[in-house]
């Protein structure tokens, strides 16, 4: 057995094509010709594309039509009690009177229930109409103070600012805001404690009970606690309290996820990366920067995803209670409204949410795909 | 007589506590000449990386004494250069930035451009040149193993270790680089440690083997001194006489040694006598009933 290995060997190598030049060429010619942003594009498949997107559009289509379906199915159903409880209360002429009034499309007298797809849509043309129109005031506005301001602005003054009623698009841009203020927060606190839990195992066990109980607990109690907090510490009454309360609840209870991935990503460094650092003797900053912070990269960054998308949905929750003007306090202002296209416009409202967080979602995912060394650990 | 670089005296090496202990290996006395090329093997799991570890300075023994150039081991240090048998290459650096981050640690007073040059000379002597730039991932296995080479020459070691370097690799590439380390290791005629479980290999690079008994408790063999002169070519060392006995003398012993093992190891069981049921020899009470 030994021998033929021998044989085998015998042979010449060297010129048989393995000296080591041509070993790199088939790698170089992909990457050289290609610019640098190719690889993040996915390779477009037109019969692949062709059949996904049919696909898609099938299943819309379908889901668009059990909605408008199952909208109609609920609109019977609330409209007939709705007879039968004016036949019951005040006798059949008014009932005559209420089924005219419902078919006739009249605003007033309309079944609170799921809206059809058509009306959401046509909430969504609203909202944005209504947006235009509040833009234009707003410039209409500014253009006003314009010389006052300057005025203002010569003796000292804080300028006078549009208090008017923020239009859905404004309350979206606040709730992104909100959200990446949240975001960073979440990730300032929770790389470093992360690193710093994660290098040291009895920093580990001090901070473990903290980060099992605080973990599971609900937005809610999380913005309360702020609220505590941010009310007696500023005392400012410039300051947009309600903003700041939201984020920093946003921050805490979405940093869960980035903490206890970056912990255990440096915990849980190869051993063969430690000893290529203890045989280069490499001091500790250069440890922690050049060995273990970039082998634990992909699993931070997947912690922050976690805390991006958890964050988002946090927000909703913590804007509805906080009243600070964004998406969430859109839906619970319009559920309490309770005009006739309320529910059409907090279905809009749960699209863009939606929508959002998956964009929100799709960035990480290419940043974290950017920054990651490991690329094939990345779903 | 040529001097003593490194000392093994009456290592001994066991991991875990109680009875947990597993004795790796037991009274090591070796000595390494300075600028030799010796080889140690040895069959998997006898405790041969135990052994470059306690070199490296990544293990220290727990009696006796390992020492280098008269010192005794504390920890690791730029004179041993290490290539271990994972490669272990930093999988988010280029294959520059690997081999810099040795020099850089190694020489922090050269200027930017030495530091560059003296990267770029290293690089180039593994052939590696055209892949400068690439990560380890777009790398294959050998080419892996030469940026490791690379690195670990690059810090000019007085002594370098290699742990199974080449183990990895499939007999092709291995007959290749082990040709490539033999030019560079002539060209600077460093001391070599090699550590291999294969027989051919170490008598191809080395000027000595000593077979590692397996372990747990595992002592050094005796030596076998590989009297072939240099350059050795690979294709022709088959039919060389010397190598060929040399070749035997250690294969025979190895073998000895692994049978020796299995006979140690092995066990009666005394087994339940069993008595077979032939068909048609048995009834069952349901049947009858039937």
Redesign the interface.
């Known amino acids: 057995m030994k021998d033929n290995s021998m044989v085998a060997i015998k042979q010449p190598i060297h010129k048989n094509g393995t000296s080591p030049k041509k070993e790199v060429k088939p790698a170089a010619t992909v990457s050289d010709k290609d610019p640098w942003w190719k690889s993040y594009v996915p390779r477009i498949d037109g019969k692949l594309l062709l059949k996904k997107s049919l696909v898609s559009l099938a299943s819309i289509l379908v889901f668009l039509l059990a909605w408008h379906l199952g909208a109609a199915k609920l609109y019977d159903i609330e409209a007939t009690e709705k007879v039968q409880k004016v036949l019951n209360e005040q006798g059949e002429v008014a009932a005559r009177e209420m089924i005219d009034c419902i078919s006739s499309g009249e605003v007033s007298c309309q079944p609170n229930t799921l809206p059809s797809p058509y009306q959401v849509f046509i909430a969504a043309e609203n909202l944005l109409k209504d947006h235009r129109e509040i833009s234009s005031k707003k410039a209409e506005f500014r253009q006003k103070v314009a010389a006052t301001n300057a005025d203002r602005k010569a003796q000292g003054l804080s300028p006078i600012t549009y208090t008017g009623r923020p239009s859905f698009l404004d309350q979206i841009l606040t709730s992104i805001k909100t959200v990446l203020a949240g975001f960073l927060l979440s990730m300032f606190i929770a790389i470093p404690i992360g690193i710093i839990t994660g290098l040291n195992q009895n920093l580990r066990m001090a901070f473990n009970w903290l980060i099992q109980i605080f973990k599971p607990v609900s937005p809610v109690v999380w913005l309360l606690l702020v609220f505590m907090i941010v009310k007696t510490v500023i005392r400012d009454p410039e300051m947009d309290k309600s903003f700041i309360i939201s984020f920093i609840s946003v921050g805490l209870c979405a940093m869960w996820a980035t903490l206890v991935n970056t912990s255990v990503g440096v915990s849980s460094v190869q051993k063969d990366y430690i000893n290529v650092a203890k045989v280069l003797q490499l001091n500790v900053g250069k440890k922690i920067f050049k060995v273990i912070i970039p082998s634990s990269i992909p699993l931070i960054f997947t912690g922050l995803r976690i805390t991006v998308s958890v964050a988002w949905m946090v927000l909703i929750a913590i804007e509805l209670l906080a009243q600070s003007p964004g998406l969430g306090s859109f839906v619970w202002e319009e559920f309490q409204n309770g005009a006739n296209d309320s529910n059409a416009k907090i279905i809009v409202a749960m699209f863009v949410i939606g929508v959002i967080g998956f964009l929100l979602d799709r960035i990480m995912v290419f940043v974290q795909h950017s920054v990651s060394f490991d690329k094939a650990r990345i779903a | 007589m040529t001097n003593i670089i490194a000392e093994f005296k009456g290592v001994h090496k066991g991991y875990g506590s109680g009875a947990n202990r597993t004795e790796v290996l037991q009274d090591i006395n070796l000595s390494i000449r300075e600028g030799e090329f010796l080889a140690i093997v040895g069959f998997t799991g006898s405790g041969k990386t135990t052994l470059i570890n306690l070199l490296?300075g990544?293990l220290q023994p727990d009696e006796g004494e390992v020492l280098f150039k008269g010192a005794p081991i504390k920890?690791?240090?730029?004179e041993r250069g290490?290539i271990?048998q994972?490669y272990?290459l930093?999988?988010?650096?280029t294959v520059y930035q690997n081999v810099a981050?040795?020099v850089d640690?190694?020489y922090p007073n050269w200027s930017k451009e030495e530091r560059d040059q003296h990267i770029r000379k290293f690089v180039e002597m593994?052939?590696?040149s055209?892949?400068l730039n690439?990560?380890p991932?777009?790398l294959?296995g050998?080419?892996r193993q030469?940026v490791a080479v690379a690195r670990a020459l690059s810090?000019d070691p007085e002594l370098l270790l290699m742990d199974e370097p080449l183990g990895a690799l499939d007999?092709?590439?291995?007959?290749?680089l082990q040709t490539e380390i033999l030019k560079i290791w002539s060209a600077n005629q460093r001391t070599a440690l090699l550590i291999t479980n294969d027989v051919?290999e170490g008598i191809l690079m080395a000027d000595r083997i000593i077979p590692l008994r397996p372990g747990p408790n595992a002592t050094l063999g005796p030596e076998f001194i590989i009297d072939v002169e240099r350059p050795r070519d690979?294709?022709q060392l088959?039919d060389h006489p010397e190598f060929k006995k040399v070749r035997n003398e250690v294969?025979s012993y190895l073998m000895d040694l692994g049978d020796a093992s299995k006979l140690q190891q092995s066990k009666t069981y005394e087994l339940p006598d069993l008595q077979p049921i032939m068909p048609g020899t048995r009834s069952f009470p349901f049947m009858k009933a039937g």
Do not use: C, I, Q
């Open positions: 490296t990544l920890g690791p240090g730029h290490v271990f994972n272990s930093l999988p988010w650096l981050l040795a640690e190694v593994v052939n590696l055209p892949a690439k990560r991932a777009e294959s050998g080419m030469r810090m007999a092709l590439t291995r007959g290749n051919d690979k294709t088959n294969m």
